[in-house]
C-alpha cells in the first residue's frame, strides 16, 4: 500500500454482547491484560504502512463513556503515533446506524475506511495488510474464509436440502472500502431502507466491486462464553504487537 494513503479505522464497540453474558460489553472485556477494543486497534494500526497518517474512530455507546472509555481511551493514546488522537463517536441502534455515524466522523482527505469489529481482538496483521493493499487496487476488499462444514437447508426441524458450499465464504472484518464508496453506499442504502448485516453488503448492493482476500480461523468475533478461552489459547500463539509510542 502506497504510504500516501490516508486510512481511517472505524472500530465498532457499541454492541451490548449478550449473547456472551458479561456484565459489560464485550469490546471492553480483558484478553491477557489488555481490552479486546486495544488488541484490535494495535493489530490495526500495526497493519497500516503509516500510522501516522491514519486515523482511528471508535463508536461506542453513550452510557460507555463515563465507566468505560477513559482507560480505553488512554490506552489508545498510549499505542496511537504521538500527536494522534483517537475519536470517540456515539454508536447508532444498530450497526449500520454506527457505521455511519463514523463514516461521518472521518476527515474528508481519508482515501480508504477500514471498518472492523472491536471484538474481533485477534485480527491477522499481515492478512490486513493484504486487505488494505487490495482496496486500494480495486476500490474494497474485505477478509473471509471458504466454508468448511456441509451446509443444510432447514424447514422447521427437517433437512430440506444439501446446499454447495463451493462458492460459500463466511465473512470477516476488516472490511475496507474507498471512503467515497462508502459513504454513497450508505446514503444509498438509508434512502432506500435498506438494512444489511455487514458493511461489504451496502457496496454490493450500490453495484461496487469487493474483493476477498482469504481470512484466518483465528480471526474470531468473541461472541459467546466458549469464545473466550478460544481467544487466549489463540493470543498466546500470537501475542499483539503493542508499539512503543511514536
Not at 40 to 60: G, K, M, Q
Not at 61 to 84: K, S
Not at 223 to 246: K, S, Y
Amino acid at each position: 500500500m502506497s504510504p500516501r494513503v490516508k486510512v481511517a479505522i472505524l472500530l465498532l464497540a457499541a454492541g451490548r454482547g449478550e449473547r456472551l453474558g458479561a456484565d459489560i460489553p464485550k469490546a471492553f472485556l480483558q484478553l491477557g491484560g489488555e481490552t479486546l477494543l486495544v488488541h484490535s486497534a494495535a493489530r490495526l494500526l500495526a497493519a497500516v504502512r503509516s500510522p501516522d497518517s491514519c486515523e482511528v474512530v471508535v463508536l461506542v455507546q453513550p452510557e460507555d463513556r463515563v465507566d468505560l472509555v477513559p482507560a480505553c481511551l488512554e490506552r489508545l493514546r498510549e499505542i496511537m503515533p504521538r500527536g494522534t488522537e483517537p475519536k470517540i463517536v456515539d454508536g447508532g441502534a444498530t450497526r449500520q446506524e454506527s457505521m455511519g455515524l463514523g463514516l461521518a466522523a472521518t476527515s474528508d482527505d481519508v482515501d480508504l475506511v477500514c471498518v472492523h469489529d472491536a471484538a474481533r481482538a485477534l485480527v491477522p496483521i499481515d492478512r490486513t495488510r493484504e486487505c488494505l493493499q487490495t482496496a486500494q487496487a480495486v476500490g474494497a476488499a474485505l477478509l473471509a474464509v471458504p466454508a468448511a462444514d456441509t451446509l443444510k437447508r432447514v424447514t422447521g426441524s427437517q433437512v430440506t436440502e444439501t446446499l454447495d458450499r463451493s462458492s460459500i465464504y463466511y465473512a470477516q472484518t476488516p472490511q475496507i472500502a474507498r471512503r467515497d464508496w462508502f459513504m454513497a453506499a450508505a446514503a444509498q442504502a438509508n434512502e432506500e431502507g435498506f438494512t444489511a448485516t455487514d458493511d461489504a453488503s451496502l457496496l454490493e448492493r450500490a453495484g461496487r466491486p469487493v474483493a476477498v482476500v482469504s481470512g484466518s480461523a483465528g480471526n474470531i468475533k468473541i461472541t459467546r462464553p466458549d469464545d473466550l478461552p478460544v481467544a487466549r489459547a489463540l493470543l498466546a500463539c500470537d501475542p499483539t504487537p503493542f508499539p512503543e509510542q511514536r
